[in-house]
Structures are given as C-alpha cells and as structure tokens.
C-alpha cells in the first residue's frame, strides 16, 4: 500500500508492521524516522544493513522470535536495501511480527522492481516514496528558522545559503545548526558571519572539484583527489553535490536548447544564479548534451548505492568513477 510520508501519523504501529522508505531524500526519511517511530521505541532501535542480514538471516530471525523481559516492542531498520532481500520478505511474512516494527530504507526503486511492486500491492505492507526537496521547500525550511531565531539576513545571503543547502534538507539543517551555535552566545550575527560560517574550507573544496569535473578538466581533479584522505562522509558529500550540479545543468539545458541561447538560460534560471558561477556553467553547457547529464545522473545515483553498501572502500569506488578507470565496479 502506498502512502505519502505526511499521512505516516495515521498508521497503527500496532497494525502495520513492516514499511518501505525508498527515494533520493535521506534527510525525510531520518526526519520522519525521528518524529514518527524513535520516540515510540525508546532505546529498543536494531541498525543493520542488507549485507549483514543476507550473511546472516538469523540475526532478522532472532530478533523477531525473541521476547525481551525488559521491553515490549523493538524497531528494526535494515538500509541500504535491493532485490536480493525480496525473497527474504516472504520469510519474515510467515513470522508473528506482533512486537516487532520493520523499516526497509533504500535509494530510488524503479517501478518494474519486485520489492517495490510487493509493498504497493499488499495492504500488510506500508511503501512510501521519499522524493528529492526543491529549493521551495529548502526555502520554507530556512524562513521558520530565521523567523523563530529572530535572524534577518540579505535575499542575496538567503539565495546563497539555499544554493549551498544543494536542495537537501540534511544540509540545510547543518548549516541552521551551525547558525544557531554560533548565535547562542551573541545578541545579533550580520551578514559576513553568515557567509563565513557556511563557506568552510571543505565546502569549498568539494564544489571546486565537482566544478572542474564537470569542466572535464583532469589534472584538477587528479590534484584534489591527491591532496587529501577523504571520509566517507566527503565521498557523499561529493556524489551529493554531483549530482545537485548534474540536475542544474539538466534544467539549463532543457532551457538553453528551447531559447536558443545560454545567456537566456542562465538569466532565467531559477533561483537565480551566482555571478561567479555563471562563466562555469557556460563552459559546461557548451560541453553537455542532455542526453550525456541523463545517464550520468543515472550512474551517479547507482554510485552512491555502492559506496553506502561498500564504505570501507568508498575512496577507490569513488576515485575509480571520477577519474574513469575500468575497473570491478561499473
């Protein structure tokens, strides 16, 4: 059965036992988990990915059969999920899931998937599709903050965090906490503070990098990836803002190709566009098709699903795709 992820306060937690978050929005899915599900579990929370389980099915199996003295209900999220746990559901469904509540967590799911067509089609299960934030949203987001912290700051500063926010709330809400760090020990925080406190260093790297990789220019990215040991955390970090600048220059295209024109493109393009930014993208719309940023927009979400199931790796998975290197893993 599917639901929108607003109507998710209606579900029974007592009824409905077993649901499936699919989509590009991560930080949704960890807002809705918050509000709707942890406060109901108290500590009683088990994280597991799909490997561990496929490895080892009993621990799923162990969980669901065992009663604890100490606690009635227990919350199971199992991430990063594929294909290969669909034959995995038809065990767990001959289970008596009566104190145990199941949250499948994936990326995008295409719709021909069996996973995707079982949680549609069964009124037992709960399927809810998380989908990217625009930039409205990511606006409303912002205005609350600003509004219930009493923070006035320029359009320009409000464009500007909203571009940096790359339409994700988990970024958002980042760079809103450490807005609001920094002003809790002052009576006012200007303009200038702001920029300073969302333009960090890595920031900055990161989307230089990302830039030149849309650039095609190698010996830039060759030199960012050599410069530094990157985390797991910078690897997403990278694929995010791949893909937020992919979806950008997807949208300029579409523009540029019904005006004619890349100065028409770029100059109706909303929200609107950095001046610094602008000679960037007019390189990269003269190197692009829209045929070439949909498939790598397609690559990229299946790079960042590989890099999630193979962390410990994520750095050769993530150097490999950048720098074209054949390789194990595309």
Known sequence: ???????????????????????????????????????????????????EIIKNIDILIDH????????????????????KFYKILSEINKLNLSDVNI???????????????????????????????????????????????????SQEIINMIIEKSKNDRLNIKNELLKIQAFKSNKSKINNDEIVKLINNFKNYQIDE???NYLNKNRKK????????????????????????????LKKLLLLKNKNDSIEIAISSYKPQIFWKDKDILKTQLKIWSINDVKMLIKKVFDLELLIKKNSEISNVILNNFILEKPNNYF
């Open 1 to 51: 059965m599917i639901i929108k992820s607003f109507k998710l306060n209606k579900i029974n937690l007592s009824k409905q036992k077993i649901f499936l978050f699919y989509g590009e929005n991560d930080g949704l899915k960890q807002e809705v988990i918050e509000k709707k599900f942890l406060n109901n579990f108290n500590d009683n929370v088990f994280k597991y990915s799909e490997n």
């Open 64 to 83: 669901i059969k065992t009663k604890s003295f100490f606690y009635n209900n227990k919350l199971l999220i199992i991430n990063n999920i594929s294909e």
């Open 103 to 153: 949250i499948l967590i994936s990326g995008p799911i295409e719709k021909k998937s069996k996973i995707r067509q079982l949680f549609e089609k069964d009124k037992n299960f709960i399927c809810v599709p998380f989908y990217e934030d625009n930039s409205q949203t990511i606006r409303t987001i912002l205005s609350e903050f600003l509004y219930k912290n009493k923070i006035s700051l």
């Open 209 to 211: 990098m990302v830039d």
């Open 221 to 248: 990215i060759e030199f960012f990836l050599n410069e530094d040991i990157l985390s797991l955390e910078d690897n997403i970090k990278i694929i995010k803002t791949i893909l937020y600048k992919l979806k950008r």
